[in-house]
């Protein structure tokens, strides 16, 4: 059975380590001193080298070569996943009791030391605290903010950071030469992108596409076997966009999720192909922070087709809002129109942009109005009055919204102390905490059923774990330097 690439390509040293060079130059200059710590902890993102480094720097310590998976009885791990009872950690101390066998330090390497319980940590603390002459702790996790703040008062902390995309190139292209796996550059790029900055999740795809064919190993056959949306959907997407095509919009999202791409793959692929055009495109910068939203919604499929659409109707307004108002004069504007009748003037609305197509509006005199029945009807049009059926865009039926939900969910009171903003699209409900975030969240499908008996078809439910914002910007700018806070009003009496 041949080995894993990723297994096979570890590091054997503190120089053999990429990416990392923050720390590991702290680490070589104390070993090589001699200043040895009695208690490290190394955190990050997955696959950055926690682990290999933990037992290059065990084994460093004790100046013992490190061979791969070799054991040493004096080096020994324990993962904490598996053994994070008191009892383990109580086991744990009797045993740091004992003089090591034959190095000069007994090190004890705990991987994911955040899944200890409560009582485990307090057991460990008091070795932390006092720990024998010739023990040393290495602790690793992904998850430092869950370990105690008395267990990290008492180690060396090591931020471990994401590996950049073209460290992860160069390791990979090393590798596949070393393997002789025939991989075009672009190919490996794009392995590197998907790796989420982990050397150990790049490798195991590097080691996924070997198979995929004898010959060479192109950009195409990687998407293929990441299950990724071919460009031409990207680029149509886009487009479909910048034109407002809506059903367009609808028609692709559809043919991506019959294909097998999902819709947060497909808004990570987005993500991908706007920051590579973001400078000669800066309008699209908005798109790419909605875009980040679609993998954490409860639907990314109606989330990603809310976000393209909403998106390119707000850029259609934005463009047309900085548009200078030089641009559009009345001698411009009427120059492809006839002569109008006397009794009509042209004038623009101060409520529309410049850009917008001027209108005629009729100038009655006082001698016409209401008196001169003989004249043209259509040389006096009627102003044109709003429907007062017709709701305006801003306003939403909150009160209504909650009665019909009143026994539906079980965060009912949770809803009616929420506030909320509607802005037409987006109906945002402020939860005040996020316990009530967390349970009003179980009912979004509710919600969104609900707002949709009530004529909100396309609404887009997001619910938030603050308060609403203050309206006011000066009780905004106050709220920030009380280090936050929500607005009340209090009847006078």
């Given at each position: 059975?041949?080995?894993?690439?990723?297994?096979?390509?570890?590091?054997?040293?503190?120089?053999?380590?990429?990416?990392?060079?923050?720390?590991?130059?702290?680490?070589?200059?104390?070993?090589?001193?001699?200043?040895?710590?009695?208690?490290?902890?190394?955190?990050?993102?997955?696959?950055?080298?926690?682990?290999?480094?933990?037992?290059?720097?065990?084994?460093?310590?004790?100046?013992?070569?490190?061979?791969?998976?070799?054991?040493?009885?004096?080096?020994?791990?324990?993962?904490?996943?598996?053994n994070n009872s008191v009892?383990?950690?109580?086991?744990?101390?009797?045993?740091?009791?004992?003089?090591?066998?034959?190095?000069?330090?007994?090190?004890?390497?705990?991987?994911?030391?955040?899944?200890?319980?409560?009582?485990?940590?307090?057991?460990?603390?008091?070795?932390?605290?006092?720990?024998?002459?010739?023990?040393?702790?290495?602790?690793?996790?992904?998850?430092?903010?869950?370990?105690?703040?008395?267990?990290?008062?008492?180690?060396?902390?090591?931020?471990?950071?994401?590996?950049?995309?073209?460290?992860?190139?160069?390791?990979?292209?090393?590798?596949?030469?070393?393997?002789?796996?025939?991989?075009?550059?672009?190919?490996?790029?794009?392995?590197?992108?998907?790796?989420?900055?982990?050397?150990?999740?790049?490798?195991?795809?590097?080691?996924?596409?070997?198979?995929?064919?004898?010959?060479?190993?192109?950009?195409?056959?990687?998407?293929?076997?990441?299950?990724?949306?071919?460009?031409?959907?990207?680029?149509?997407?886009?487009?479909?966009?910048?034109?407002?095509?809506?059903?367009?919009?609808?028609?692709?999202?559809?043919?991506?999720?019959?294909?097998?791409?999902?819709?947060?793959?497909?808004?990570?692929?987005?993500?991908?192909?706007?920051?590579?055009?973001?400078?000669?495109?800066?309008?699209?910068?908005?798109?790419?922070?909605?875009?980040?939203e679609v993998r954490h919604?409860?639907?990314?499929?109606?989330?990603?087709?809310?976000?393209?659409?909403?998106?390119?109707?707000?850029?259609?307004?934005?463009?047309?809002?900085?548009?200078?108002?030089?641009?559009?004069?009345?001698?411009?504007?009427?120059?492809?129109?006839?002569?109008?009748?006397?009794?009509?003037?042209?004038?623009?609305?101060?409520?529309?942009?410049?850009?917008?197509?001027?209108?005629?509006?009729?100038?009655?005199?006082?001698?016409?109005?209401?008196?001169?029945?003989?004249?043209?009807?259509?040389?006096?049009?009627?102003?044109?009055?709003?429907?007062?059926?017709?709701?305006?865009?801003?306003?939403?039926?909150?009160?209504?919204f909650t009665d019909a939900?009143?026994?539906?969910?079980?965060?009912?009171?949770?809803?009616?102390?929420?506030?909320?903003?509607?802005?037409?699209?987006?109906?945002?409900?402020?939860?005040?905490?996020?316990?009530?975030?967390?349970?009003?969240?179980?009912?979004?499908?509710?919600?969104?059923?609900?707002?949709?008996?009530?004529?909100?078809?396309?609404?887009?439910?997001?619910?938030?774990?603050?308060?609403?914002?203050?309206?006011?910007?000066?009780?905004?700018?106050?709220?920030?330097?009380?280090?936050?806070?929500?607005?009340?009003?209090?009847?006078?009496?």
């Open positions: 059975m041949s080995q894993a690439l990723y297994r096979k390509y570890r590091s054997k040293s503190l120089d053999e380590i990429v990416g990392q060079p923050h720390i590991t130059t702290i680490l070589k200059r104390a070993i090589a001193r001699s200043v040895i710590a009695h208690a490290y902890l190394l955190t990050g993102p997955r696959g950055v080298g926690k682990t290999s480094i933990a037992r290059i720097l065990a084994h460093e310590i004790n100046h013992i070569p490190y061979i791969g998976e070799s054991t040493h009885l004096d080096i020994i791990e324990i993962d904490a996943a598996s009892e383990d950690i109580r086991d744990l101390r009797k045993k740091a009791q004992i003089a090591p066998v034959s190095a000069a330090k007994k090190i004890y390497i705990i991987d994911e030391v955040h899944m200890l319980s409560k009582s485990a940590f307090n057991a460990l603390l008091k070795t932390l605290e006092e720990p024998p002459e010739h023990v040393v702790f290495i602790l690793a996790t992904t998850d430092a903010d869950k370990l105690p703040a008395t267990i990290l008062s008492r180690v060396q902390r090591f931020n471990f950071r994401s590996i950049s995309v073209g460290d992860i190139v160069h390791h990979l292209t090393t590798i596949a030469k070393s393997e002789q796996i025939d991989i075009t550059p672009e190919a490996l790029t794009l392995i590197a992108q998907h790796g989420d900055g982990s050397f150990r999740d790049s490798i195991s795809l590097l080691d996924q596409a070997r198979s995929l064919s004898d010959q060479t190993i192109d950009y195409d056959m990687v998407a293929g076997m990441l299950g990724l949306a071919d460009e031409a959907i990207l680029s149509k997407l886009l487009e479909a966009r910048q034109t407002k095509d809506v059903a367009k919009i609808a028609r692709l999202i559809d043919q991506a999720e019959q294909s097998g791409v999902p819709a947060d793959i497909l808004a990570d692929q987005l993500i991908q192909m706007i920051r590579q055009q973001v400078v000669s495109s800066p309008t699209l910068v908005p798109l790419l922070d909605e875009l980040l919604a409860t639907w990314p499929q109606v989330k990603l087709l809310t976000v393209l659409s909403r998106q390119a109707s707000t850029e259609s307004s934005e463009q047309s809002n900085a548009l200078p108002q030089e641009d559009v004069s009345p001698t411009t504007a009427t120059s492809h129109v006839e002569s109008p009748p006397a009794e009509y003037h042209y004038h623009t609305s101060s409520d529309l942009d410049q850009s917008t197509e001027i209108e005629k509006i009729p100038t009655p005199t006082p001698n016409t109005q209401n008196t001169n029945t003989g004249s043209n009807p259509s040389s006096i049009l009627p102003p044109k009055e709003e429907s007062p059926h017709t709701p305006p865009i801003h306003e939403f039926p909150w009160q209504k939900l009143n026994g539906k969910i079980g965060a009912y009171t949770m809803l009616v102390r929420a506030d909320y903003i509607f802005d037409g699209a987006t109906l945002q409900i402020f939860a005040g905490r996020k316990f009530a975030k967390t349970q009003l969240d179980k009912s979004l499908p509710i919600l969104t059923q609900t707002a949709q008996s009530l004529g909100f078809n396309d609404i887009d439910i997001t619910i938030l774990p603050s308060a609403k914002p203050p309206q006011d910007s000066q009780k905004a700018a106050i709220l920030a330097m009380m280090g936050g806070g929500e607005e009340i009003t209090i009847d006078a009496e």
